[in-house]
């Protein structure tokens, strides 16, 4: 039997400098995230810093990542590298380092986009998901319902016009005075709440269609937090949280649950930094207990960002042989896209 090929995987979309060594059989040999601190006290990410953050990171997360999978360069087969969608910048490092490397050990490149990696990491922890499933990709920048008919066919059948779930989290976070990223942070104090307190706007819940919008319920949110003076450190701020995140909750849940209905698919993978929530990973599971679905979601660590999920989706490129050629160049558009 061959042995099982080793990709170097890189991650620097954002705000997180990230290497990771898998294999072509789903082991993760290491996962190496270096998050920037630096950016706490801005209430979100800063271009500008992050990039040079990245700068100094690069090197020594690589490093790290293949001595934690006790692999030297001449071991690995390819070089994966997340080429968009993410901070212009932040992704130029990633990819100029990639492409450097692979070039210097003459070995393939694999240009992987960030969202179906959050997407593909799914098949690291589960062996048994099958197509076509629906996807819903839930994260600082995006808010997708995807139906994968394989690796690389699929229809977005809805996304948000406006803000993203994981900015309403973030934006709300910053107003509360919690640091960046404020999801986790709404999450914890939503816990203490009562979820049913305040109710806020399900914003186009009724509509007949995928598509979300959380900039409504943000400004409602945010006008509530005025008139009641609530901050990080009020009595009411266990309420207030519970019942934002209810909302935002809800909300995905049941156009998720609309989406499974209308296709007449039961295979759900959920995808992206919000899907560690713990009310919707809840929601979902007690939906899924009923057997109404089979339900795949990654571990909270594989939720945010991390090189291995960049490896996951390459894992399918290796085997199909579909390198990218030296030219390519990072872009920050977003979106899912097959490459
Ligand atoms: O996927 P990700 O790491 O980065 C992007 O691709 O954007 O997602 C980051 C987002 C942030 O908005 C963060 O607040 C949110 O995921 N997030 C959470 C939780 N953990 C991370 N949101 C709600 N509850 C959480 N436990
Ligand atoms: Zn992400």
């Given at each position: 039997m061959s042995r099982p090929q080793k990709i170097l995987a890189i991650e620097t979309s954002c705000d997180d400098t990230s290497a990771a060594v898998v294999d072509t059989k789903y082991n993760i040999l290491s996962n190496i995230i270096s998050s920037q601190g630096i950016h706490e006290k801005f209430g979100g990410v800063v271009p500008e810093l992050a990039s040079r953050e990245h700068i100094k990171g690069i090197l020594p997360?690589?490093?790290a990542a293949l001595n934690r999978a006790v692999c030297s360069l001449e071991h690995i087969d390819a070089i994966a590298v997340a080429v968009n969608p993410g901070l212009i910048g932040s992704l130029l490092v990633g990819v100029s380092f990639a492409k450097g490397l692979a070039a210097s050990l003459d070995k393939p490149l694999i240009a992987v986009n960030h969202i179906l990696g959050h997407v593909f990491v799914n098949f690291i922890e589960y062996s048994d998901i099958e197509f076509p499933f629906i996807s819903l990709?839930?994260?600082g920048g995006?808010?997708?319902?995807?139906?994968?008919?394989s690796i690389d066919e699929f229809d977005v059948l809805g996304r948000t016009v406006d803000d993203a779930a994981g900015e309403a989290f973030d934006k709300i976070g910053k107003l509360l005075g919690f640091k960046y990223p404020g999801g986790p942070h709404?999450?914890?104090?939503?816990?203490?709440?009562?979820?049913?307190?305040?109710?806020f706007p399900r914003p186009m819940l009724h509509?007949?269609?995928?598509?979300?919008?959380?900039?409504?319920?943000?400004?409602?949110?945010s006008l509530y937090l005025k008139e009641h003076k609530i901050k990080k450190d009020s009595d009411e701020i266990y309420d207030f949280c519970s019942s934002f995140q209810n909302a935002i909750v809800d909300v995905l849940f049941q156009k998720t649950i609309k989406t499974i209905k209308d296709s007449s698919l039961k295979n759900l993978l959920l995808a992206g930094g919000v899907a560690a929530n713990s009310q919707l990973r809840n929601r979902f599971e007690r939906y899924s207990k009923k057997d109404k679905i089979k339900l795949y979601i990654p571990s909270i660590k594989?939720?945010?960002?991390?090189?291995v999920m960049i490896g996951a989706a390459a894992i399918q490129k290796l085997k199909k042989k579909k390198f990218t050629s030296m030219k390519i160049n990072p872009s920050p558009t977003k979106g899912i896209r097959s490459l």
């Open positions: 997360v690589v490093d990709i839930v994260s995006h808010t997708e319902l995807v139906k994968f008919y709404i999450d914890a104090y939503a816990k203490k709440g009562d979820k049913n307190k305040i109710d509509q007949n269609n995928y598509d979300f919008s959380f900039s409504g319920l943000k400004t409602a949110a594989l939720c945010t960002d991390n090189a």
